[in-house]
């Protein structure tokens, strides 16, 4: 049974249209992680939760924002999609240093097209 | 900062072919590390991992030994399947510091059958 579960798979979205792009788990862990993925490239982390605690990377664009309403979802908003973002996205979650086990585990990912 | 560093690009083994795929990390703390797998269209999933130093991570005939004198994890196994194809992505988790996992750029490995 997935335990991580992105919604959905496929996204296409217009130039400049906000999406939203969401995240639930099962797991019950208290990070939950957004990561943006390019062809052929390595998941860029853009923030991450540790329960309602916010971590935002100092590169994530301000046109990247997210929410975490409770445990088990996570929405990643991107306000005005430009067609560099178009890219693979990743929820992931794990136990974090706290929970003693930092092992993530991915959902299948949102393929993001901006057209 | 921390930064893990890998072969980079495609390597292209035989069937049978033993492989290595070198994996360097950097941080002053104490990781954990992951080796992680990427099928196409899908989001990574955990291959193998070590939580200390000496450790050793196996996992489909593969292995990866966590070596703090040289900073190093890289992934082995004695020899390959067509199956194994895929990007793999070496990674770490820094102790004491926030949650962050920090990626190697990826391998891609396709093995010729």
């Known amino acids: 049974d997935a335990m991580v579960i992105q919604n959905p798979r496929y996204q296409v979205t217009q130039f400049g249209k906000p999406v939203t792009l969401s995240c639930s788990q099962t797991l019950n862990h208290n990070v939950m992680y957004w990561y943006q993925q390019k062809s052929s490239q390595a998941p860029k982390l853009l923030f991450h939760?540790?329960?309602?605690?916010?971590?935002n990377e100092a590169d994530t664009p301000d046109n990247f924002q997210s929410r975490r309403p409770n445990t088990s979802f996570c929405f990643l908003d991107i306000r005005s999609p430009g067609l560099g973002d178009a890219a693979m996205y990743l929820c992931?979650?794990?136990?974090?240093?706290?929970?003693?086990?930092?092992?993530?585990?991915f959902g299948q990912g949102t393929r993001l097209t901006v057209v | 900062g921390d930064s893990v560093v890998q072969t980079e690009g495609q390597v292209l083994p035989s069937e049978g072919d033993s492989l290595i795929v070198n994996c360097s990390y950097e941080t002053t703390q104490y990781p954990s590390l992951f080796w992680y797998v990427q099928y196409p269209g899908e989001g990574p999933q955990l291959h193998l991992k070590?939580?200390?130093?000496?450790d050793k991570g196996r996992n489909k005939g593969f292995e990866a030994m966590y070596r703090k004198e040289t900073t190093s994890f890289h992934l082995e196994k004695d020899s390959v399947q067509e199956s194994d194809s895929a990007v793999y992505f070496c990674?770490?988790?820094?102790?004491?510091?926030?949650?962050?996992?920090?990626f190697g750029k990826g391998t891609r490995l396709h093995i010729l059958p």
């Open positions: 990674a770490l988790s820094a102790t004491n510091r926030d949650d962050k996992i920090i």
């Open positions: 939760y540790y329960d309602k605690d916010f971590n």
């Open positions: 070590a939580m200390k130093a000496n």
């Open positions: 992931a979650t794990s136990r974090g240093q706290q929970g003693g086990n930092t092992e993530a585990f």
